[in-house]
């Protein structure tokens, strides 16, 4: 489990928040994944906000990376895509299971 801070950014690249607090942790325990064609490995991850709502809610396909972290294999900061339908709790927070590309 991580506790950091991340970018948001929509698919066209642009950045619409910053700093938003949140939680990372795997969402499955049996390691990396393929996708269809074998050509890409990812991670699943869930990404719960731990401060409310954000300003601008997260949806799918909304790409965080992360302020703090750093992709162990490229030193550029982890980078998470939003794979499904992002939920909201009463106002209380969002959860989000994500991909992080395995190098990339």
Not at 28 to 36: A, K, Q, T
Not at 48 to 55: A, D, K, M, R
Not at 56 to 84: C, G, H, M, W
Request: some cysteine.
């Amino acid at each position: 489990m991580i506790f950091t801070t991340v970018r948001v950014e929509r698919p066209e690249g642009t950045a619409v928040l910053t700093g938003v607090p949140v939680q990372i942790e795997s969402a499955s325990g049996d390691g990396e994944r393929l996708d269809f064609a074998d050509a890409r490995p990812y991670d699943l991850f869930w990404l719960y906000t731990t401060q409310g709502i954000p300003l601008i809610p997260l949806r799918r396909r909304d790409v965080l990376f992360d302020e703090i972290n750093s992709d162990p294999e490229t030193s550029q900061p982890a980078k998470y895509r939003i794979v499904a339908e992002v939920e909201t709790f009463e106002g209380d927070h969002q959860e989000a299971l994500c991909e992080r590309v395995v190098g990339g």
